[in-house]
C-alpha cells in the first residue's frame, strides 16, 4: 500500500478494495491549498483509477469555504463516492454543512464507524470496475 503525507493528512491507496484512505493530521486548518495538495497526492496514489475515498475525521480540524468547495466540485477524475467517518459534534455539523451546502457530486455520507463506512463504500465497488458506471450528479 502506498502512502503519502501532506501538510494536512496521510493518504494510502489499497488498490485490491479501491479504497483511499485520507486521515486528517491533529488540529488541521485545510485551505484550498490544502485542498488541492491532497488531491495531487490522491491522483499519483490512485493513478486516477476510479476509487472510493474514506475520510477519517475523528480528529479536531476545520475547512475552508474554499476548501469544501473545491472537495465538492467534479475535479476528482476517478472518485466513485466518499465515506466520511466522524464522532465529535462539531465535526459531524461540518459534515452535514459541507453535504447539505456544498453538495458533493459524488454519492458523500457521514458515518461514526469505520466498518460501517466501508460497508456502505463497498456497495459502490462495482464501479471502480473498468466499463462500470460512472456517477454523474444526474442520477444522484
Do not use: C
Not at 21 to 44: C, F, M, P, V, Y
Not at 64 to 72: D, F, G, L, T
Not at 101 to 107: L, S
Amino acid at each position: 500500500m502506498n502512502k503519502i503525507t501532506t501538510r494536512t493528512a496521510e493518504l494510502s491507496y489499497d488498490a485490491n478494495s479501491r479504497i483511499l484512505r485520507i486521515k486528517i493530521i491533529e488540529g488541521s486548518e485545510i485551505e484550498l491549498a490544502d485542498a488541492l495538495q491532497n488531491h495531487e497526492a490522491t491522483k499519483i496514489l490512485t493513478k486516477n483509477e476510479r476509487h472510493l475515498v474514506l475520510v477519517d475525521g475523528r480528529v479536531n480540524l476545520s475547512v475552508s469555504r474554499e476548501a469544501r468547495n473545491y472537495a465538492a466540485s467534479k475535479d476528482h477524475e476517478g472518485a466513485i463516492a466518499s465515506a466520511m467517518i466522524i464522532t465529535s459534534t462539531a465535526n459531524k455539523l461540518i459534515g452535514n454543512f459541507y453535504i447539505n451546502v456544498n453538495k458533493p457530486v459524488i454519492p458523500t455520507k457521514i458515518f461514526s464507524s469505520e466498518e460501517k463506512a466501508i460497508e456502505w463504500l463497498e456497495g459502490f465497488l462495482y464501479r471502480t470496475e473498468p466499463g462500470g458506471k460512472q456517477f454523474t450528479s444526474a442520477n444522484f
